[in-house]
Every structure is written in structure tokens, then in C-alpha cells.
């Protein structure tokens, strides 16, 4: 039967073979996958270049159709009759129409939309009845409102959302012959939607969607794969924040659909509509060679590992009666007795580490004593005169002392179990010193149920007052999850004291002195249950979202004049 020893052997090796195996698997897996995933990039931006492409061609031919038609005497001749006295709207727009109808026969387009000067349509094809409408909130027509032609490459194409369909538009303005005013504007247009999806993912490759917001109008996954691509657009608006501000593609990510993985950027559409497309490229194909490459090492790693267990046993058996010894010594440390020395019976390596065990298991009793019982303030002093034969004379310090008091403390302990009261006094004062932890303080002492702390160095005094107000609130839950009516008074000064060892040469206590540290005394003895009373001196170093209120100031003994005082409020 194999003992702990053999058992930790053989665990190292195979550890080993592990770590090995593993790191090989995370370096080539790393290595391939940024390749991969680099040629993941390259690939996508190839799409969306290629579908640039498509959009360019469709802009161009849609441009060139429309300063064609935009020049046509008949569209000039009925648009110069808007606004004469003996036009009639409604004639103007059925003339319009039966123009644009025989205009539009001969080309392919989806959308043909005719306005006047003002920008008010006149007539459209997409939906006859649909006429009278200002469209001079589209910014294709502002711009051929002021005689602006479309620019022969630009950056984004113009879109239209025309219920329930996305446009890719050009609009050109109509001019007076002869001249440069404009008489009013012509706009094509070709639908977006599941033909150019379809067209592009054959191009490309890649699955592609085509969204108005997070509605998808076209895309070539399945559907099931569609709800689900819209409720993880629905909470990543940063996606759609990143893409709109900076009218560029998005980083690469990565969403599931259907327990599938998938590689996916998105892009804007183009410019006008809150409009996008996903490309989107599983997982699965583009990682198959890591895949087949993990399933070689995890062969590999499986018959290294048996090697291992087996070259792990023979070794553990020839040195484990050596260690046995050093074995139960550890094994009797783990369970906390540091009394444990063990002989050293050899000068080899084994002894050699029996006697730093030996070593270790005192410096370990004595540091875990010690730390029980000290401040940090009296570690950071141990710190620096650790190896010297400095003494640590007094000196003087700016710092903020908190005395803190448990109220009614007790006439709870008069009418409670002893195990009870301790119990309660050991959690009062356990969460008090954890606070005055977490604000960087230092426990001083505890004397019965009071706690004196110390905060030194720069903010003393704020950080201070939050440990105060801080142990208010948790005294406050304590008393409810408890159903008790224990308070705390607390005291704080701050000002010069003497910091240093006080007490005889076989026993000294690393703590504070003087009149500021006897003023803090006497404002927590003042304090009422859940009150916090500061001095000036503390009152100063406060930032002021901190609530302040004066109050009448009070004579303490010790002290001639009567001391301006402050209460802290909750």
C-alpha cells in the first residue's frame, strides 16, 4: 500500500508531466490560436471590403442614374409649376407620378422618391399615396436642397428606413435649365435585406446579419439562431455605442448561439440609420487544427503520465523510511503544535533539512505568538529595529487617537451568562478592530470593553472619522441581527504625542502618551451612546462631506480651559 509519502512522489511526477504537457498545449494553443484568430481579422476585414465593394458599385450606378433622371425635361417642367397660382397640389403629384412611373420603367430600382424646392414630397413610387411630407430632416436632402451632387467616394453611403425596409439611397438635385437653382430633388434607392446577405455570405464565407437597431431584417442564420443573436444585442448596447461613435467596425467577440461559438464583428450599415451587419464564423471550423492538435497532446500527455506513476513509485519506495520521521514532524506542525523537534541523524540533504525544519517550526512559534498580541503600529517598530540593538526611544508624533466605549455593556453583562457576555464583548470589539484595519489604523490595546486606536501618517484625522462612523453603522446591524441595545461612545483627538516603549526592561508596551492622547480619553467617557465627538484639531484635517455640529464646549480635568467640541453626525 502506498503511504502519503509515495503518494506525493508519484503526484509530483505526474505534476510534472502535467505542467509539461500543459504548458506545450497553452504555447502552441496560444501560438495557433493568435494566428488564427489574426487570420480570423484579415478575413473579416476582406468581407467587409468586399461588401464595400458591392455598395460602392450599387452607390455609382445609382448616382448615375439619377443625374440622368434628375435632368429630364419633363421632371423639370412639372417641378417648375409648384408654387404658381393655378397649380394644384394634387395635380402636380399625379403628373409627377405618371412621369416618375415611365421614368422608373427602364431601371431597377426600389425606391424613387421626387421632392419640390422645399423638400416636401411630391410623389413616390415605394407609396403612391404617400405625398405632402417635409423630408428635409433626411440629410440627402438638405444637401440637394442646396444644389450639393453626391461625392464620387464617400466614406459611409446614405440610408433610408422606409418601413419595413432598409434603403441604400442617393438623392441628387433637380436644376432650373440653365441655371443653378434648384427646382427640387430626386432620390433612388435599393433595398438592403436578405438578397445581399445571401450574396455576400457566399462571397465571404461567413454567416452575415443585417440589423436595424437590435431587429434583424435579414440574416443567413436559422431562426432559432436569430433570437438568440437579438437578446445578446439587447444587453450589450456598449457594442452598438463603440460602432456608432466611431463609425467603424468593433473588435472581434465572441457569441453563442444554439451551444455554438462564434467568432463576430460588426459594422455599420452605413450613415443616416442606425443600422448594422454581423459577420459571424464558427468557432468550431476556424480552431480545428488546435482541436486535432490538443487530442495528439492529450494521448501523449495520458502515456507520459503512466510513465510517470510508474517511475514515481520506484523512486518513493527507495527514499521513503529516510523521511518517515521528517513526515509525522510535518504532518504534527500542519496540526499546530510548533513544540516538534526532530534529531538529525545524517549529514546529507535530509539532514540538512531536518535541522531547517527544526529552524523553522521556532521562528514559526515565536511569530505566531507574537503576532497575537501586537498593534501594527508595534510591527511596523519590530520591522525596522529587527537585527539592531536599537532600543526605539520615545519620540514625537503627529497622530489622531480613537478611544471608543461599549455603552450599557454593563448592565448586559449583569443579567447575562459569562460565556455570553464574552461571546458579545469578542464580536463588538472584533468588528471594531477590523475596521480600524481596513481605514490603515492600529489597535492599540483593549481595556475591558474599550478599544484604543491609533491612525498615523498623512489624512489621520479623516480616515479617523470614517473608521468611527463606520463602526456607528456596524454596531447598528450588530444590534439588530442580535436584538440588543448595546451603544459606542467614541472620543477622537488628534495632535503631538510621544510614541515609544513604556514599562520596565522585561516588560514594555510600544504605545502613545500625552495631554492630546488624555483628551480623547475624556471625549469618549463624554460621548453619549452611538455619538462621536471630536476636538478642533480633528475637526480640520475633515473634508467636508463629512456632517458637522457644534456643540457647547466642555471642561475636562487635566485642562484649564473649556474645549471646543464637535459631534460627528451618522
Same mark, same amino acid.
Given at each position: 500500500?502506498?503511504?502519503?509519502?509515495?503518494?506525493?512522489?508519484?503526484?509530483?511526477?505526474?505534476? %510534472?508531466?502535467?505542467?509539461?504537457?500543459?504548458?506545450?498545449?497553452?504555447?502552441?494553443?496560444?501560438?495557433?490560436?493568435?494566428?488564427?484568430?489574426?487570420?480570423?481579422?484579415?478575413?473579416?476585414?476582406?468581407?467587409?471590403?468586399?461588401?464595400?465593394?458591392?455598395?460602392?458599385?450599387?452607390?455609382?450606378?445609382?448616382?448615375?442614374?439619377?443625374?440622368?433622371?434628375?435632368?429630364?425635361?419633363?421632371?423639370?417642367?412639372?417641378?417648375?409649376?409648384?408654387?404658381?397660382?393655378?397649380?394644384?397640389?394634387?395635380?402636380?403629384?399625379? +403628373?409627377?407620378?405618371?412621369?416618375?412611373?415611365?421614368?422608373?420603367?427602364?431601371?431597377?430600382?426600389?425606391?424613387?422618391?421626387?421632392?419640390?424646392?422645399?423638400?416636401?414630397?411630391?410623389?413616390?413610387?415605394?407609396?403612391?399615396?404617400?405625398?405632402?411630407?417635409?423630408?428635409?430632416?433626411?440629410?440627402?436632402?438638405?444637401?440637394?436642397?442646396?444644389?450639393?451632387?453626391?461625392?464620387? /467616394?464617400?466614406?459611409?453611403?446614405?440610408?433610408?428606413?422606409?418601413?419595413?425596409?432598409?434603403?441604400?439611397?442617393?438623392?441628387?438635385?433637380?436644376?432650373?435649365?440653365?441655371?443653378?437653382?434648384?427646382?427640387?430633388?430626386?432620390?433612388?434607392?435599393?433595398?438592403?435585406?436578405?438578397?445581399?446577405?445571401?450574396?455576400?455570405?457566399?462571397?465571404?464565407?461567413?454567416?452575415?446579419?443585417?440589423?436595424?437597431?437590435?431587429?434583424?431584417?435579414?440574416?443567413?442564420?436559422?431562426?432559432?439562431?436569430?433570437?438568440?443573436?437579438?437578446?445578446? !444585442?439587447?444587453?450589450?448596447?456598449?457594442?452598438?455605442?463603440?460602432?456608432?461613435?466611431?463609425?467603424?467596425?468593433?473588435?472581434?467577440?465572441?457569441?453563442?448561439?444554439?451551444?455554438?461559438?462564434?467568432?463576430?464583428?460588426?459594422?455599420?450599415?452605413?450613415?443616416?440609420?442606425?443600422?448594422?451587419?454581423?459577420?459571424?464564423?464558427?468557432?468550431?471550423?476556424?480552431?480545428?487544427?488546435?482541436?486535432?492538435?490538443?487530442?495528439?497532446?492529450?494521448?501523449?500527455?495520458?502515456?507520459? %503520465?503512466?510513465?510517470?506513476?510508474?517511475?514515481?513509485?520506484?523512486?518513493?519506495?527507495?527514499?521513503?523510511?529516510?523521511?518517515?520521521?521528517?513526515?509525522?514532524?510535518?504532518?504534527?506542525?500542519?496540526?499546530?503544535?510548533?513544540?516538534?523537534?526532530?534529531?538529525? +541523524?545524517?549529514?546529507?540533504?535530509?539532514?540538512? !533539512? +531536518?535541522?531547517?525544519? /527544526?529552524?523553522?517550526?521556532?521562528?514559526?512559534?515565536?511569530?505566531?505568538?507574537? !503576532?497575537?498580541?501586537?498593534?501594527?503600529?508595534?510591527? $511596523?517598530?519590530?520591522?525596522?529595529?529587527?537585527?539592531?540593538?536599537?532600543?526605539?526611544?520615545?519620540?514625537?508624533?503627529?497622530?489622531?487617537?480613537?478611544?471608543?466605549?461599549?455603552?450599557?455593556?454593563?448592565?448586559?453583562? $449583569?443579567?447575562?451568562?459569562?460565556?455570553?457576555?464574552?461571546?458579545?464583548?469578542?464580536?463588538?470589539?472584533?468588528?471594531?478592530?477590523?475596521?480600524?484595519?481596513?481605514?490603515?489604523?492600529?489597535?492599540?490595546?483593549?481595556?475591558?470593553?474599550?478599544?484604543?486606536?491609533?491612525?498615523? /501618517?498623512?489624512?489621520?484625522?479623516?480616515?479617523?472619522?470614517?473608521?468611527?462612523?463606520?463602526?456607528?453603522?456596524?454596531?447598528?446591524? %450588530?444590534?439588530?441581527?442580535?436584538?440588543?441595545?448595546?451603544?459606542?461612545?467614541?472620543?477622537?483627538?488628534?495632535?503631538?504625542?510621544?510614541?515609544?516603549?513604556?514599562?520596565?526592561?522585561?516588560?514594555?508596551?510600544?504605545?502613545?502618551?500625552?495631554? /492630546?492622547?488624555?483628551?480623547?480619553?475624556?471625549?469618549?467617557?463624554?460621548?453619549?451612546?452611538?455619538?462621536?465627538?471630536?476636538?478642533?484639531?480633528?475637526?480640520?484635517?475633515?473634508?467636508?462631506?463629512?456632517?458637522?455640529?457644534?456643540?457647547?464646549?466642555?471642561?475636562?480635568?487635566?485642562?484649564?480651559?473649556?474645549?471646543?467640541?464637535?459631534?460627528?453626525?451618522?
Amino acid at each position: 500500500m502506498l503511504n502519503k509519502i509515495q503518494v506525493r512522489i508519484i503526484l509530483l511526477f505526474s505534476s %510534472l508531466v502535467f505542467i509539461i504537457l500543459l504548458g506545450v498545449l497553452l504555447i502552441i494553443t496560444r501560438s495557433v490560436g493568435d494566428q488564427i484568430a489574426d487570420k480570423v481579422r484579415k478575413d473579416f476585414k476582406k468581407s467587409q471590403a468586399t461588401f464595400e465593394v458591392i455598395q460602392r458599385q450599387n452607390y455609382e450606378r445609382l448616382v448615375e442614374t439619377s443625374l440622368i433622371l434628375s435632368d429630364q425635361p419633363l421632371l423639370k417642367e412639372t417641378l417648375s409649376l409648384i408654387g404658381q397660382p393655378e397649380s394644384k397640389p394634387e395635380v402636380i403629384h399625379e +403628373t409627377v407620378l405618371i412621369g416618375i412611373s415611365d421614368m422608373a420603367s427602364p431601371i431597377k430600382t426600389d425606391l424613387f422618391v421626387v421632392t419640390d424646392r422645399e423638400g416636401v414630397q411630391v410623389a413616390s413610387l415605394t407609396n403612391p399615396e404617400a405625398w405632402g411630407d417635409t423630408l428635409t430632416w433626411r440629410e440627402t436632402i438638405r444637401r440637394s436642397i442646396e444644389g450639393i451632387d453626391p461625392v464620387l /467616394n464617400p466614406d459611409f453611403i446614405d440610408l433610408w428606413t422606409i418601413e419595413p425596409y432598409v434603403y441604400q439611397v442617393v438623392s441628387v438635385p433637380s436644376f432650373v435649365p440653365s441655371a443653378t437653382s434648384v427646382l427640387g430633388t430626386l432620390t433612388l434607392g435599393t433595398i438592403l435585406g436578405q438578397k445581399e446577405a445571401d450574396t455576400l455570405k457566399y462571397l465571404s464565407g461567413f454567416d452575415v446579419t443585417f440589423l436595424q437597431d437590435t431587429v434583424i431584417f435579414a440574416s443567413t442564420l436559422s431562426r432559432s439562431d436569430q433570437f438568440q443573436l437579438e437578446d445578446i !444585442l439587447q444587453n450589450h448596447p456598449d457594442w452598438f455605442d463603440v460602432v456608432r461613435s466611431q463609425m467603424a467596425s468593433s473588435p472581434v467577440f465572441d457569441v453563442t448561439l444554439s451551444h455554438n461559438r462564434y467568432f463576430s464583428v460588426m459594422a455599420p450599415l452605413g450613415k443616416g440609420e442606425n443600422a448594422y451587419y454581423i459577420l459571424s464564423a464558427p468557432e468550431s471550423q476556424q480552431l480545428a487544427i488546435i482541436t486535432a492538435i490538443e487530442r495528439l497532446i492529450y494521448l501523449t500527455g495520458a502515456f507520459g %503520465l503512466f510513465l510517470a506513476i510508474i517511475l514515481s513509485v520506484l523512486v518513493g519506495t527507495t527514499i521513503t523510511r529516510p523521511i518517515t520521521a521528517l513526515s509525522v514532524g510535518v504532518e504534527k506542525v500542519r496540526q499546530g503544535n510548533y513544540d516538534i523537534s526532530l534529531p538529525v +541523524t545524517s549529514k546529507d540533504e535530509l539532514g540538512t !533539512l +531536518t535541522s531547517a525544519f /527544526n529552524d523553522m517550526t521556532r521562528g514559526l512559534k515565536e511569530r505566531f505568538h507574537l !503576532l497575537r498580541y501586537v498593534g501594527s503600529h508595534t510591527k $511596523e517598530m519590530i520591522g525596522k529595529v529587527a537585527g539592531t540593538d536599537a532600543d526605539f526611544a520615545g519620540r514625537r508624533m503627529d497622530v489622531t487617537v480613537l478611544f471608543s466605549d461599549i455603552r450599557g455593556f454593563t448592565a448586559f453583562s $449583569e443579567k447575562t451568562e459569562p460565556e455570553v457576555v464574552i461571546q458579545m464583548l469578542n464580536q463588538y470589539l472584533s468588528v471594531q478592530a477590523d475596521l480600524v484595519e481596513k481605514f490603515q489604523g492600529s489597535v492599540d490595546k483593549f481595556v475591558g470593553d474599550e478599544m484604543v486606536a491609533i491612525f498615523m /501618517n498623512e489624512g489621520h484625522q479623516q480616515r479617523a472619522a470614517d473608521c468611527a462612523r463606520s463602526i456607528m453603522q456596524a454596531t447598528r446591524e %450588530l444590534n439588530r441581527e442580535a436584538d440588543t441595545q448595546i451603544g459606542i461612545g467614541i472620543g477622537i483627538n488628534a495632535g503631538q504625542v510621544v510614541l515609544g516603549n513604556m514599562g520596565s526592561a522585561n516588560r514594555l508596551d510600544y504605545t502613545v502618551i500625552g495631554a /492630546n492622547v488624555n483628551l480623547g480619553a475624556r471625549l469618549c467617557s463624554a460621548a453619549r451612546a452611538q455619538q462621536i465627538l471630536i476636538t478642533d484639531s480633528v475637526k480640520r484635517g475633515l473634508g467636508e462631506e463629512i456632517p458637522i455640529k457644534p456643540l457647547e464646549p466642555m471642561s475636562f480635568k487635566g485642562f484649564s480651559e473649556p474645549i471646543p467640541i464637535y459631534e460627528v453626525l451618522s
